[in-house]
């Protein structure tokens, strides 16, 4: 790890990593071992660590995985499934699951071609279908807080992305912690200080097996090339990532982003559907594509 | 398959690095390191095994070898 300037073994590394996370955890103010905790999973590396880590650590937390009805030629969303009732069964884990066609009637590639979000691309309806359903479950089910599999590299590509813009709404929400408020839950990411490379040699020292086919729409991804770059940064400054998102994080709670108006929050409505918060006076984007969805199919 | 770099006598075997379904044919006798910047990959977008075994960028990779590159990045929406 040239950015910590540090070396382990496989077995001390193995203690590292949940050490760490609990640093995050506490530091970040996450959550405690009282709360009920929902994790995001995606039958890849980062959530099933995520899930494994939580469990050693002696945290409550159940899994929450999503079928998205992804084919893509390798059956990528049954592949995925599978992983996740996998480690769920051999860890004596809770897994909720829930089918987005079975349950809006369209998977998300076919949502997105109705919808026309994302210019041919099912990324954008993706994002929007699980974060309105995460959100949904985690509260409808009762759980204090939602914890994505999200690491350092996720969170320096978003971060590259919305500051080549200046996006002063989304860097001002992004952090470790997006607190309760207003109809959403609470989300958090434990892993948000570990590079990808250091989940993804967590998952293999600890024999997690995990779907290591990426996502066939994720090839050409605006998120897979900010990453691409920052690697090249990274290769010539160790450490550079990590600098990059922590002195932003220095940046936001020290109050030096973007003072004046933007400090004040989103007004937000309850949507007239589903009663989830949105910056919209009456649906929010999600019913809106539903709706939109079930007038294609009369 | 990409050649890398040419092998410098017929007796010498090249290391050979398999990233998916992509195969470099490496000079013996490199770091890791080396080798990844040889054949354009970023250290910090994959991790390599030895027979199962994580190696680190100082190792020094041997004739006849087979290194598994293990591509760590994922993206899309998450």
């Known amino acids: ?298 | 398959m990409h050649m890398v770099e040419c092998k410098r006598s017929e007796a010498t075997m090249a290391v050979k690095l398999v990233l998916r379904d992509k195969e470099y044919e490496i000079r013996p006798g490199m770091t890791l390191l080396e080798a990844l910047r040889k054949a354009g990959i970023a250290y910090e977008s994959v991790i390599a095994t030895r027979d199962g075994e994580m190696i680190l960028e100082d190792e020094i990779l041997k004739e006849g070898e087979v290194i598994k590159l293990i591509a760590v990045i994922s993206g899309g929406a998450r």
């Open chain 1, 1 to 298: 790890m040239r950015q910590h300037k540090l070396a382990l073994c496989k077995n001390h590394f193995l203690e590292w990593v949940p050490q760490q996370t609990e640093r995050f955890i506490r530091k970040y103010k996450m959550f405690t071992r009282e709360e009920k905790i929902l994790v995001a999973i995606s039958g890849g590396k980062d959530s099933l660590s995520l899930w494994d880590i939580l469990g050693r650590l002696g945290y409550q937390a159940d899994g929450l995985y999503l079928g998205l009805g992804i084919d893509g030629g390798i059956d990528y969303s049954s592949g995925s499934h599978r992983m996740a009732e996998k480690f769920a069964r051999a860890n004596g884990l809770q897994l909720h699951v829930l089918d987005v066609r079975r349950e809006y009637g369209r998977s998300i590639p076919e949502l997105s071609e109705i919808s026309y979000r994302g210019h041919g691309k099912p990324c954008a309806v993706c994002g929007l279908v699980k974060r309105h359903e995460m959100n949904r479950l985690a509260r409808d089910l009762g759980y204090d807080v939602l914890a994505t599999g999200h690491n350092l590299d996720d969170e320096a590509a978003v971060l590259f992305g919305n500051t080549l813009v200046w996006n002063a709404e989304y860097l001002l929400r992004q952090g470790p912690v997006l607190a309760e408020r207003d109809g959403f839950a609470r989300k958090v990411k434990p892993l948000c200080r570990f590079y990808e490379r250091e989940m993804t040699a967590y998952a293999l020292a600890r024999g997690i097996d995990y779907i290591y086919d990426e996502c066939p729409f994720a090839e050409g991804s605006q998120s897979i090339y900010y990453k691409e770059v920052l690697n090249q940064l990274e290769s010539g400054r160790p450490g550079a990532k990590l600098t990059f998102y922590l002195r932003f994080l220095e940046a936001r709670a020290g109050g030096e982003l973007f003072k004046g108006e933007n400090e004040q929050p989103t007004h937000l409505h309850p949507c007239t559907k589903c009663g989830q918060p949105t910056t919209a006076l009456d649906q929010c984007s999600f019913c809106r594509m539903i709706e939109k969805s079930t007038v294609a199919e009369l």
